[in-house]
């Protein structure tokens, strides 16, 4: 049997059931101890709370943190110098260039004529690279770098009409 991620997962998932169900048999049978005053349990359930609390904040922030290089929009002084382009969005189609550069910084200055509609922005692989509103009278402006060159494909988002299903664009980038 070959290991797929699904049952990498169900495994990990077996080994924490394990354990939990190990620390509630656990706390259930040092349940059938002496008895202590309600003052003490209730004193220690504070102390621990506070512990709980401070130990899931640290990780929160430590998490936050790590995870900052990774933020995907740029500094405004970084979109104010990129090259911008326009993207209209109306039913039941989008009007963009036809070809965006490889590897540039530019931001697509994103509007709608008619109703709202969601652009969504997949790579040749399909995978989404970037999404953002596009609401009548409202410019949204949409940071990205393209990293792989290739066919992009723009789907609307939002539902904005009977022939929502066949608003799509393509681009290239190169």
């Given amino acids: 049997m ?15 059931a394990a354990v939990a169900i190990c620390a509630l048999l656990a706390v259930a049978f040092a349940a059938h101890g002496s008895t202590v005053e309600q003052a003490d349990v209730q004193r220690r359930g504070y102390k621990l709370r506070g512990v709980w609390f401070r130990g899931l904040a640290a990780i929160a922030i430590v998490g936050f943190l790590l995870s900052l290089p990774a933020f995907p ?4 002084s970084q979109a104010a110098s990129s090259q911008h382009y326009p993207v209209t969005a109306l039913q039941f189609a989008f009007v963009m ?14 509007t709608a004529t008619d109703v ?13 690279t970037g ?23 723009v789907l609307c988002m939002e539902y904005c009409g009977i022939a929502h299903h066949l608003m799509r664009a393509t681009f290239e980038v190169r």
């Fill in 73 to 76: 929009y740029r500094h405004r």
């Fill in 97 to 110: 260039p036809p070809v965006l550069p490889l590897d540039t910084p530019i931001v697509l200055d994103v």
């Fill in 2 to 16: 070959r290991l797929t991620p699904e049952l990498t997962v169900f495994g990990v998932f077996l080994v924490l």
């Fill in 131 to 153: 999404q953002v509103q596009a609401m009548p009278g409202y410019t949204n402006s949409l940071p990205l770098v393209f990293k792989k060159p290739g066919q992009y494909t």
């Fill in 116 to 128: 709202n509609h969601g652009v969504g922005i997949y790579d040749p692989d399909g995978r989404i």
